[in-house]
């Protein structure tokens, strides 16, 4: 294991995917405001995601460069997915937007940590 990505495409894949996330979310479409709504995420905290999902997007561009970084934010972002599949859980909040977009991120994240950090 490193404390830099072997190999950073995937790391900065997930960068992107993240920032995405993060900017669509700032006006966000009927599917992201069905899923927090949904599992009963207040209004008034939707900022906070978009914060998250930006400071994570330069704490995996960052980690390409200094040591342990990425790692530590690859971690969080897995972090972040399993706390997203629990309030889904516990809503009983399961459709399609759960299946894909929560547990696809999760497998994502998950497997980009494998690839860049431990393989």
């Known amino acids: ?67 342990g970084v990425g790692l530590t934010t690859n971690a969080a972002v897995i972090a972040y997915f399993c706390c997203a599949a629990y309030a889904h859980l516990r809503a009983n909040f399961l459709g399609v937007v759960f299946w894909v977009n929560c547990l696809g991120m999760l497998a994502v994240s998950t497997a980009v940590l494998v690839v860049s950090y431990l393989l």
């Open 1 to 67: 294991m490193t404390a830099t990505p072997d190999f950073w495409i995937p790391t900065v894949a997930l960068a992107v995917l993240l920032l995405g996330d993060a900017l669509i979310s700032i006006r966000p479409p009927g599917f992201i405001r069905d899923c927090l709504d949904g599992v009963g995420f207040p209004r008034d905290w939707w900022w906070a995601l978009i914060v998250v999902k930006l400071l994570a997007t330069a704490g995996l561009l960052a980690g390409l460069q200094y040591e």
